[in-house]
Every structure is written in structure tokens, then in C-alpha cells.
């Protein structure tokens, strides 16, 4: 139980930075056009 909580926080983590970035480019793409 212990460690599929820590593989979500882990997953929960990674998908963060993804769509921080995902917004990053976003904003980039919508600034260039």
C-alpha cells in the first residue's frame, strides 16, 4: 500500500514538470504567432 502511494506521488511528480513545460511551449507558440 506504501509504495503504490509512492510511485503515484513519484508518477503525480514527473507529470507536473511535464505540463509545466507543456505550458512553457504553449505560451512560446502562442508568442512567436
Not at 9 to 15: A, E
Not at 18 to 30: D, E, G
Amino acid at each position: 500500500m506504501l509504495r503504490i502511494s509512492f510511485l503515484g506521488r513519484h508518477l503525480f511528480n514527473k507529470w507536473e514538470k511535464i505540463s509545466k513545460l507543456l505550458n512553457k511551449i504553449k505560451v512560446f507558440l502562442l508568442l512567436t504567432n
